[in-house]
């Protein structure tokens, strides 16, 4: 693998903390296999089924105030650390991954623990969710069924993704798009979520950020105007991170998953 490529497929390392570990405090940990090696899940005990999907650099403990708050309306929830990222990256395993592994993960989760009622993914996971929801190129064989889908801070997609890639490391953006089209036999161009979202045919919420700097929030804008079933709430000052600890994406993703109806923003 070209080093570029590489250094795009690698996560950073997050220790876990004595936050993380009390966040999910009151789930149930398990794992499942998944491609030679295990995803490491938790689960809020509960009635109506959702599968939580966090970012890159992330872990499941940071959907926690979104668990615990679907979870006390009677939502099961389970979250889950992604391929080699938290308590998913094994002692000795590899440290690559990419947004294809993160789709085929939620099939892998919602296969062995689902289904699922609705997903609610975050950054990376967003984009993951929207691929996986119409089988879109590599992800064909991993189609998920789910009613309704959250998309918290969703990038446009993998051009995005590696713009944001060059801007902190340098580098060529057609270089690294080159590489990454040879590494996973694909074109990032079939994976753009604009071009997507007018095929999934569920009713969507997005919620992002207008100072989002990792996603650009006009994208989500203009889904909610031009594709029937999207809806959209902005919020304001909570960046591309901060959203997943906000009271306000949470009102809004129940409303929604109870309602089918986001609030007025």
């Keep these: 693998m070209e080093s570029m490529v590489r250094s795009f497929c690698t996560p950073p390392a997050s220790d876990e903390t004595e936050s993380d570990r009390k966040a999910l405090e009151g789930t149930t940990e398990n794992s499942i296999p998944f491609e030679g090696t295990r995803l490491v899940t938790y689960e809020w005990s509960g009635d109506r089924a ?56 939620i099939h ?6 689902g289904p699922f009622d609705a997903v609610v993914g ?14 879109a190129g590599l992800l064909s064989s991993h189609r998920i069924h789910v009613e309704k889908i959250v998309l918290l801070s969703c990038p446009p997609g993998i051009n995005q ?14 270089e690294l798009k080159h590489g990454l089209e040879v590494e996973f036999s694909c074109c990032t161009d079939d994976y ?3 071009s ?6 569920l009713p969507i919420l997005m919620v992002h950020d207008e100072s989002d700097e990792e996603a650009p929030f006009r994208t989500a804008v ?5 594709v029937e079933g999207v809806q959209l709430v902005l919020t304001r ?8 600890a906000s009271r306000e994406t949470l009102r809004a993703a129940l409303s929604f998953l109870d309602s089918g109806t986001a609030p007025e923003t």
């Excluded at 668990?67 to 006390?72: E, K, N, S, T, V």
């Excluded at 975050?122 to 089988?135: D, I, L, N, P, Y």
């Design 50 to 105: 959702l599968l939580l999907a966090h970012g890159w650099g992330s872990r499941a403990s940071h959907m926690a105030l979104l668990g615990r708050g679907l979870a006390r309306k009677g939502y099961r929830v389970v979250a889950f650390d992604g391929p080699a990222h938290g308590r998913s990256r094994q002692p000795g395993g590899s440290p690559l991954t990419s947004g294809f592994a993160f789709g085929r993960a």
């Design 196 to 201: 997507l979202l007018p095929r999934i045919g």
């Design 108 to 113: 892998a989760v919602a296969e062995a623990l």
């Design 237 to 244: 000052g909570l960046g591309h991170g901060k959203v997943l």
């Design 192 to 194: 753009e979520v604009a």
């Design 222 to 226: 203009d889904a909610a105007r031009e």
């Design 161 to 174: 993704f590696i713009l944001n890639f060059c801007a902190r490391n340098g580098g060529s953006f057609e």
């Design 122 to 135: 975050h950054s990376v996971s967003a984009s993951a969710a929207v691929w996986t929801a119409v089988g």
